[in-house]
Structure formats: C-alpha cells, structure tokens
C-alpha cells in the first residue's frame, strides 16, 4: 500500500477495458459536457471507442436502472453515471440526490462493479458549469483506475 499511498502505483492504461457511460438528459447542455470531457479522457487513457457504449435516459433517478441493465451483461470492466441536479425550491432535490446516489452505489456494491459516479449536485447553473468538465474527466479516471484495481483481484 505504499505506492498507492504516495499516489504512485495507479494503472491508468484503459487498453483493455470495456466502459460503460448512462447519461441523464435533464440539463443537458451540463450533463453533454460531462459526456464528452469523460469520452475524451477515456480515448486518453487508450480506451478503445468501440470499447465505450453510451446510452441516455431522462434523469438521475432513471440512470441506476440503466447501470444495472448494463451490470446484469456482464460485459463491462466499470460504468460510469453522468447527471445534474441543481437545488430548486422543492424538498425534490434532495430527493432527487439522495435516491440517485444511494442505487449508484447499492448497484456498485451488489455487482462488485466499479461505478464512477459523476451525477454532480449543485446550488446553481454557474456551479454545474464551473465542475462538468473536471468531473466529466475525474469520472473517466476513477472508472480506468477502479477497473484494473478490481481486474488484480481474483474473485472468482
């Protein structure tokens, strides 16, 4: 654990792998950003295009079903959510946030799947933009990383 403690010892080479991306199409012009800076850092790290499957749906709370159909395959080294949920005036955001969060990772947990989860939540249309490209990008990263982390362990 030492080189992973000091930041050393990533494998960050997405070669091999199969990823698959679920994005929500409510605010869309945040959550394409998200898509195309995660794709974009995907064929970075020398993930295959052909290796990248992208479906849409129509919101965070649509995007755990999705992830799991994608799971249930079996076809994918890691997935990754994309969504943005910006505070209105209703209790539903936190509705929203809450359930969302809670099936990216029940679905993470139950599949031992690595799920990167870049459904941002914000207070506002100026901090969805300011974060949809670094964590479209981070999404990318932890996805790869998580991926061959997992693929050492045998847990047939």
């Known amino acids: 654990m030492q080189n992973a403690e000091k930041g050393q010892g990533q494998n960050m ?3 091999e792998l199969k990823i698959g991306i679920v994005q929500a199409r409510f605010n869309e ?5 998200l898509f195309a800076s995660c794709r974009d850092e995907l064929l970075a790290l ?12 129509p ?3 649509e995007v755990p079903v999705a992830l799991q159909a994608m799971a249930d395959t079996e076809q994918y080294d890691a997935l990754v959510a994309l969504g943005c949920i910006i505070r209105g005036e209703t209790y539903h955001f936190e509705l929203v946030a809450n359930e969302s969060g809670a099936g990216v ?3 993470a947990l139950d599949y031992r799947l690595p799920i990167a989860n870049a459904i941002i939540t914000t207070e ?15 999404a990318a990263r932890v996805a790869v ?12």
Not at 29 to 33: E, H
């Open 29 to 33: 012009s945040i959550t394409d950003t």
């Open 46 to 57: 020398g993930v295959s295009a052909d290796h990248i499957d992208h479906v849409t749906v």
């Open 59 to 61: 919101g965070a709370l």
């Open 145 to 156: 990383e998580m991926a061959n982390l997992l693929n050492t362990f045998d847990l047939s």
């Open 124 to 138: 506002n249309t100026e901090q969805a933009i300011a974060r949809q490209v670094d964590k479209g990008r981070d």
């Open 13 to 15: 080479n997405g070669a």
């Open 105 to 107: 990772t029940r679905l």
